[in-house]
């Protein structure tokens, strides 16, 4: 079993930056690839990165490459998301979530966070 915990969200105006974090406990942090999520109100969740166990590689949506970044601490069992240069359609809940697969939108995520609101105003 692992938990997660979001926080950092908040609200910007579009063009400002925010800076989500993910904090797990129970077993083994390294042993999951990690990912962000987010819903936005009347939408579906859709996936916006993942990292692998070892944080050598990433994945992105299209919609928010270049901008987010996601990076892991496991000294820490910390996962982050950098977002830069949002956009009033980066508004959603964000979640953050644990897979024992390839970090991709396609995987199973087995384990997930309760969500942070991120408001990006125009």
């Known amino acids: 079993q692992v938990q997660l915990v979001e926080s950092g969200g908040g609200l910007v105006q579009a063009g400002g930056s925010l800076r989500l974090s993910c904090a797990a406990s129970?077993?083994?942090?390294?042993?999951?690839?990690l990912g962000w999520f987010r819903q936005a109100p009347g939408k579906e969740r859709e996936f916006a990165a993942g990292?692998?166990?070892?944080?050598?590689?990433?994945y992105y949506a299209d919609s928010v490459k270049g901008r987010f970044t996601i990076s892991r601490d496991n000294a820490k069992n910390m996962v982050y998301l950098q977002m830069n240069s949002l956009k009033p359609e980066d508004t959603a809940v964000y979640y953050c979530?644990?897979?024992?697969?390839?970090?991709?939108?396609?995987?199973?995520?087995?384990?997930w966070g309760q969500g942070t609101q991120v408001t990006v105003s125009s």
């Open positions: 129970g077993r083994t942090f390294s042993n999951y690839g």
């Open positions: 979530a644990a897979t024992n697969e390839i970090p991709t939108r396609l995987a199973k995520y087995d384990y």
């Open positions: 990292i692998t166990r070892n944080g050598f590689k990433t």
